[in-house]
């Protein structure tokens, strides 16, 4: 069984920075690749990065790109996602997500295993 378990969320005030981290279970960590989607109150998950198995290529949604940056360790077995210059309109619930291969999508549902999610509020 597969875990992934985010931190680093929490009340940030805009223009400021976060990073989340995700440690999975399990080995063979850089055998798949990574994603990091969210979704706010009444709207539907979205994308927001991706990272090849290797951490050789990377994948960001519009509204982020610029921002924030996913970056992994494979020797510790995690993906992090860094957010600078953070946006009201980037609070929402983060989840990290674990995709079967090392080739990243910006799909959710070619992911496998999902974390329980981070809450990351931006006031402004």
């Known amino acids: 069984q597969v875990q992934l378990v985010e931190s680093g969320g929490g009340l940030v005030q805009a223009g400021g920075s976060l990073r989340l981290s995700c440690a999975a279970s399990g080995r063979t960590f850089s055998s798949y690749a990574m994603g990091w989607f969210r979704q706010a109150p009444g709207k539907e998950r979205e994308f927001v990065a991706a990272?090849?198995?290797?951490?050789?290529?990377?994948y960001y949604a519009d509204s982020v790109k610029g921002r924030f940056t996913i970056s992994r360790d494979n020797a510790k077995n995690t993906v992090y996602l860094q957010m600078n210059s953070l946006k009201p309109e980037d609070t929402a619930a983060y989840y990290c997500?674990?995709?079967?291969?090392?080739?990243?999508?910006?799909?959710?549902?070619?992911?496998?295993?999902w974390g329980q999610g981070t809450q990351v509020t931006v006031s402004s």
């Open positions: 997500a674990r995709k079967p291969g090392r080739w990243a999508s910006t799909h959710a549902g070619e992911y496998d295993y």
């Open positions: 990272i090849s198995g290797s951490g050789s290529n990377t």
